[in-house]
């Protein structure tokens, strides 16, 4: 058999059937953990993102494809 890779395995490991208030308790802290995310990292994401939109504009004002 051959040696297990880190890709190999699921990121998470769901429960086949979860009842209703455990489901709704898990999607409350994942949204609280998203929240919690965006607030400790929106500035470097956002900065992120303008600077992909700064390139793509560079990139289509050097080289326009019509």
Do not use: T
């Not at 709704?24 to 500035?43: K, N, P, T, W």
Request: charged share 20%.
């Amino acid at each position: 058999m051959p040696m297990l890779q880190p890709n190999d395995l699921p990121l998470v490991c769901l429960p086949l059937e979860l009842p209703p208030e455990a489901a709704a308790e898990l999607i409350a802290f994942l949204q609280q953990l998203a929240e919690a995310l965006e607030r400790h990292y929106g500035a470097q994401i956002k900065g992120h993102y303008d600077a992909i939109a700064r390139a793509q504009r560079a990139d289509a004002s050097v080289d326009p494809s019509f």
